[in-house]
């Protein structure tokens, strides 16, 4: 008891209470078949971000600690209200095992890739029942050192994704090892209701302005967070599935929505690019989904959480104005649209 309370000690004494917009925090988190591992980091802010001055850590199998050796020091920078997408860096087309490649389809959504080596740097090795904690501060060399305030220059807690020192049930409720994932039942850690922080991706809500600076007493992954399956199985044009020379189902990577985040930190008149604004009202909604544009999107496709194309818009160049009846659909949708230029937006939809 007096280790685990010196931990959360030494954890608190590195809490950043953020205002709203303010800092940078996680957007999406991917924990997919194999090696595809991912985060990607939003920055709700109107300033560029050095990634330089923060890092990941991993506190893995319910650890109340993490160490160097369980961290990572990031690069890059984010331009305003733009996001940044790391992933896992497995890229040797020849890899096998737990050297297996990362799938094509998440290696392109990559912006930064991190912790090839295992034993030099473990932090994108999570799975569905470790905790990841995105935090300010620089790393020290000794890789045996406890991430504290002590230890990291500068150090505060910019978000963190499930709950430190808890290791989560799998779906029968028994102790899980590193099968195990937070569920959409209370307490979440039993495996009780669907397991969603394995094999899926959590995108996290519009609504949400600033991330998770304190230990939770418990981890709803729903209150914050959507989720959608990490991998589907690929279908034909009529809609049945498609199997490979195995005789297993085809499954392609549901990641495309890696690469832009809806926020209520956007400002109303923000452009994915230079030549297109677009905006989608109301969200959430029930009936009709209306879309405003100024003329430079190509088409535009309605995508279910699967993937599955639930209908196609074409020749919108001299449109300004789209209304998409959703009546009969409920979940979470996205909205693909082309620009004029070959580019994509992607906008999350909530149907209720």
């Not at 991993?58 to 990031?74: D, E, H, I, P, W």
């Not at 978000?159 to 979440?188: L, R, V």
Request: proline residues 5%; negative net charge.
């Amino acid at each position: 008891m007096k280790k685990i309370l010196f931990s959360v000690f030494s954890l608190l004494a590195g809490i950043s209470y953020s205002q709203d917009c303010a800092k940078i925090f996680i957007s999406e988190y991917v924990e997919g078949w194999s090696n595809n591992k991912a985060i990607e980091i939003y920055n709700p802010t109107s300033s560029t971000i050095n990634l330089g001055e923060y890092f990941v850590a991993r506190y893995s199998n319910g650890s109340t600690t993490a160490t160097v050796a369980n961290s990572v020091q990031l690069s890059g920078t984010i331009a305003p209200w733009d996001v940044y997408v790391a992933v896992l860096d497995k890229r040797d087309p020849n890899g096998t095992g737990q050297e297996a490649p990362i799938w094509d389809s998440l290696n392109v959504r990559g912006d930064g890739f991190y912790s090839p080596v295992y034993n030099t740097s473990n932090a994108f090795y999570w799975n569905g029942n470790d905790a990841v904690m995105l935090a300010k501060g620089t790393l020290p060399a000794d890789p045996a050192l406890l991430i504290n305030a002590t230890n990291v220059t500068n150090f505060s807690i910019i978000d963190i994704f499930g709950k430190i020192g808890e290791n989560p049930a799998n779906e029968t409720g028994s102790s899980a090892g590193n099968d195990g994932a937070w569920s959409t039942q209370f307490p979440y850690s039993t495996g009780l209701g669907v397991l969603v922080t394995k094999d899926h991706s959590m995108l996290r809500k519009a609504s949400i302005k600033k991330g998770v600076t304190t230990p939770v007493s418990f981890f709803d992954p729903l209150l914050e967070w959507d989720t959608i399956p990490a991998v589907v199985v690929r279908l034909d044009a009529n809609g049945d599935t498609l199997f490979g020379t195995s005789g297993n189902p085809i499954l392609d990577g549901n990641w495309f929505s890696l690469g832009e985040h809806d926020c209520a930190c956007n400002p109303a008149s923000i452009s994915e690019n230079n030549n297109v604004s677009v905006s989608v009202y109301p969200n959430p909604t029930s009936d009709y989904l209306n879309v405003k544009m100024n003329g430079n999107v190509n088409s535009a496709v309605l995508l279910d959480a699967f993937g599955k194309n639930i209908g196609t818009y074409r020749n919108l160049m001299s449109k300004t104005h789209l209304q998409v009846n959703v009546e009969q659909l409920t979940g979470i949708y996205f909205l693909r649209l082309q620009t004029l230029d070959g580019k994509t937006i992607t906008k999350k939809i909530i149907i209720k």
